[in-house]
Every structure is written in C-alpha cells, then in structure tokens.
C-alpha cells in the first residue's frame, strides 16, 4: 500500500498561486508513473500531470503553461506548481502512483488502473 501523503492546497485569489507537496514511500519512486488529479464540484476526475521515471512529462491542455509538476527524489516528494489559478481550478487534488503497461503515463493519466495508489488529497479554491 502507497502511503502519498498531499499537502500545500488552500484559498487563494484568481491569477494566485500554490504549490502542492506529495510525499510518499521511498519504494513508489520505483513506480513507472507518477502524478496528479483533480476532481471538480460535479466533475469527473481527471488527470493533470505526469511524469514517468525516464523524466518524460505530459499535462493536460488546461494547465499547460500554468502548472509544472516535479520531483525531488532524494526527498521522496513530487510537487505540483500551479501560477496563474482560475476558478475552474477549484478541486480536490491527487497525487498518484502506477506502473502502466510500456511506461504509457500519459494515457494512464487519461485513465488510471484498478491497481493506481492515491493520496487522500489535497483542497484547492480559487476566488473569482
């Protein structure tokens, strides 16, 4: 069982920004895949970012040129920077780890698996 642990959400005004933390168990950096979601009021979830651990990094075109998503291996954290924060931005923030068929992390971020391992989240609100 991964323990990801998220944190780093809050309020903040439109055009704000925040940084969401993700730590996790040395062991998930084994992982091929690793990333974020979001789940809106009355939305679906959906995958924002990932990066895989050859380094290749995908986003969802809703935050490209806004977010960046990283890691820091030595401290067993992945992190999620989000600039330039609209109110559509307002969710509950996963992080997540899988080991996908090939590596294929952005098509796991478009659909995670039975066996993808999630944080509890973390609440972001942006203000209009």
């Known amino acids: 069982q991964a323990n990801l642990v998220e944190s780093g959400g809050g309020s903040v005004e439109a055009g704000g920004s925040l940084r969401l933390s993700c730590t996790a168990p040395?062991?998930?950096?084994?992982?091929?895949?690793m990333g974020w979601f979001r789940q809106g009021p009355g939305k679906e979830r959906e995958g924002i970012a990932s990066?895989?651990?050859?380094?290749?990094?995908s986003y969802t075109n809703s935050v490209k040129g806004r977010f960046t998503i990283s890691q820091d291996k030595a401290k067993n954290t992945l992190y999620l920077q989000m600039n330039d924060l609209k109110s559509d931005d307002t969710a509950m923030y996963y992080c997540?780890?899988?080991?996908?068929?090939?590596?294929?992390?952005?098509?796991?971020?478009?659909?995670?698996?039975?066996?993808?391992?999630w944080g509890q989240g973390t609440q972001v609100t942006v203000s209009s």
């Open positions: 040395v062991y998930t950096y084994s992982a091929s895949c």
């Open positions: 990066i895989g651990s050859a380094g290749g990094i």
């Open positions: 997540a780890v899988d080991n996908p068929p090939l590596q294929l992390c952005e098509a796991w971020s478009s659909g995670p698996r039975k066996s993808t391992r």
